[in-house]
C-alpha cells in the first residue's frame, strides 16, 4: 500500500514535529497538520518561522525548508481528512476534571469526536493512527465507531505512540531507540496497514528498530514507559530527602548506583520534581486502569509515585521559606526557568508553577523569567490552579525579559528550568545587585556548591 497523503489532526506538541521530520524524510508524501484552534495554525505559518508555536531545537529549521511544499497547516479538517490515506489522531487526552475517573482517567472526548468527525467526512477507506498517548482499548472503541457509520468504507486502526522528550524531539524523531507500531496482527488488512506505516518510518529509520505488536501492546506499551521513567525519579527524589537527613550526598548516591549496568545512570538526578505532560498523565491513566480491573495494590504502588513527586515540589517551597527565616511575606524571590525542562516552551505540570503557587500563597513577591515561555502562558498557568484570581496573580507575579532583571533587588531566587544560559551568567553580578542577605535555591543543580559559596550566597539545593 504506497501512501501518498497524510493528515494529522492536532497541531500540538507531538503532531506539529512529528509530521514535520516525516514530510522533511518524506518529499514524495503530501503532509498536512489541520488543528480547529486558528491562532496555533496561523503560529505554524507565521512567515517568521521562528515564531512557531513549538519550541524545539532544530524544529524552525525543518519547517521553513518543508512548509507549503510538502508540509501543510490548515483549519480545514474535512478536506485533509477526505483527501488522506492515512490519519493520524494527535489531539490532547487530558486528565478527566469530571465524573467517572476524575482526576485518574483520560478524557477521551477530544478523541471520540475526532473519529466521529473521520466517520462523517471519509467517502474510502482509511488508515487512522493513534499517536496521543491513550489508555488500553481505546482502538476498540475507535474501530466501533468507525465502523458503525454505515457508509461502506472500511478503517483500519493503529497505535503508534510517540516516545519524545521534549527539548530533544527533533533528534528523537530522527535517530529513535524504536518505533512502535501496534495493529490488528491477525488481519491481512490490518497487517497491510501496519506495513504502510513502517514504511513510512524505514524511510529513515532502520527496520531493525521498528517494532510490531498487537494494538493493545502498544499501548500499554507508552504508559508503561513514562511510568517506570517517572519512578526512577520519585526514587532519586525519596533518597535525596534521607540524604539531606543524614549527611549523605545524593549526587554521590546517584552516580554509584547509576554506574550498576543493571540500572544505568539515566532519570537519576534529583530534582524539584517532573513534570510535563505525560508522566503524571500516564501514571494516572494506569492508576484507574488498575482500579477498574480490581488491581488495588498495583494501583496503589503506582500512585505513590505521584504521591512523592507532588511532596518534593511541596517539600522544596517550603524550605525556601523557612531558610529565609520561616516568612517570606513582602520579599522578592525570582524565579528562574518555568518551563517544566529546559529547550521547549511547554509549561504542563511544571514545579515553577507549583512553587510559584506556594509561595504567593505565603505573600511572596514573584518575579518570573524563562527565555521561552510568555508573559500570557505564565499568567494563564497560574490562573488555572484557581488559587487565586487573575487580577491578584497579576498584582503578585511580574514577568520579566532577562535573567539580571528578574534578580536585581531580589532577596532570593529559585533556579527551576536547568537553561543553559543560566550556567553561564555572571552570578557573582547577580549576587552583588540582590538585598543581603541573599538566598539562591538551586532545584535543579546548575551550579556546584562550592561556587554558590565562594559567591556568598547562602543557598539550598536538593540533596544537601
Known amino acids: 500500500m504506497k501512501i501518498k497523503n497524510i493528515c494529522c489532526i492536532g497541531a500540538g506538541y507531538v503532531g506539529g514535529p512529528t509530521m514535520a521530520v516525516i514530510a522533511e524524510k518524506c518529499p514524495g508524501v503530501k503532509v498536512t ?16 518561522v521562528e515564531k512557531i508555536p513549538i519550541y524545539e531545537p532544530g524544529l524552525s529549521s525543518i519547517v521553513k525548508e518543508t512548509r507549503d511544499k510538502n508540509l501543510f497547516f490548515s483549519t480545514d479538517v474535512d478536506k485533509a481528512i477526505d483527501e488522506a490515506d492515512m490519519i493520524f489522531i494527535s489531539v490532547n487526552t487530558p486528565t478527566k476534571t469530571y465524573g467517572i475517573g476524575k482526576g485518574m482517567a483520560a478524557d477521551l472526548k477530544y478523541i471520540e469526536l475526532c473519529a466521529r468527525q473521520i466517520a462523517a467526512v471519509a467517502k474510502n477507506d482509511k488508515i487512522v493512527i493513534e499517536k496521543s498517548t491513550l489508555p488500553v482499548r481505546t482502538a476498540a472503541a475507535l474501530k466501533n465507531i468507525l465502523d458503525n457509520t454505515g457508509n461502506g468504507v472500511k478503517y483500519q486502526i493503529l497505535s503508534n505512540p510517540e516516545f519524545l522528550a521534549e527539548g530533544t524531539a527533533v533528534e528523537d524523531l530522527k535517530s529513535p531507540d524504536r518505533v512502535l507500531i501496534g495493529g490488528d ?98 501514571i494516572l491513566n494506569l492508576v484507574y486502569i488498575a482500579r477498574t480491573y480490581n488491581l488495588q495494590e498495583v494501583a496503589d504502588y503506582w500512585e505513590q509515585v505521584i504521591i512523592m513527586n507532588d511532596h518534593q515540589k511541596r517539600r522544596f517551597a517550603a524550605n525556601m521559606v523557612q531558610t529565609m527565616y520561616n516568612t517570606v511575606a513582602g520579599k522578592k524571590i525570582a524565579i528562574l526557568g518555568w518551563a517544566f525542562k529546559k529547550d521547549t516552551n511547554d509549561t504542563r505540570e511544571s514545579a515553577a508553577i507549583y512553587v510559584a ?33 487573575g487580577d491578584a496573580n497579576r498584582k503578585g507575579v511580574t514577568v520579566v525579559k532577562s535573567s539580571y532583571e528578574a534578580c536585581d533587588n531580589a532577596h532570593a531566587i529559585a533556579v527551576l528550568t536547568e537553561w543553559d544560559e543560566f550556567k553561564q551568567l555572571d552570578w557573582k553580578k547577580i549576587y552583588d545587585q540582590m538585598l543581603k542577605p541573599a538566598f539562591l535555591f538551586d532545584g ?3 551550579l556546584e556548591p562550592k561556587t554558590k559559596k565562594e559567591i556568598g550566597f547562602e543557598f539550598y539545593a536538593i540533596g544537601n
Open 444 to 446: 535543579r543543580r546548575l
Open 357 to 389: 503557587d506556594y509561595l504567593l500563597n505565603e505573600q511572596a513577591e514573584i518575579v518570573v523569567y524563562d527565555p521561552k515561555v510568555t508573559e500570557e502562558q505564565i499568567y494563564s498557568d497560574l490562573d488555572y490552579l484557581g488559587s487565586r484570581s
Open 33 to 48: 497538520v489541520v488543528d480547529i484552534n486558528e491562532k496555533r495554525i496561523k503560529q505554524w505559518n507565521d512567515p517568521d
Open 185 to 282: 496482527i491477525e488481519s491481512e488488512e490490518g497487517r497491510e496497514a501496519m506495513e504502510a506505516l513502517v514504511n513510512i518510518y524505514a524511510s529513515w529509520v532502520p527496520k531493525e528498530k521498528i517494532l510490531t505488536t498487537n494494538v493493545w501492546s502498544s499501548e500499554l506499551s507508552k504508559l508503561t514507559a513514562n511510568a517506570f521513567l517517572a519512578q526512577r525519579v520519585s526514587s532519586i527524589n525519596a533518597i535525596s530527602e534521607l540524604c539531606e537527613k543524614t549527611g549523605a550526598d545524593v549526587n554521590e548516591v546517584a552516580k554509584a548506583v547509576g554506574m550498576d549496568s543493571r540500572v544505568g545512570p539515566k532519570f537519576l538526578k534529583a530534582s524539584v520534581g517532573f513534570g510535563g505532560s505525560c508522566f503524571q498523565k500516564d
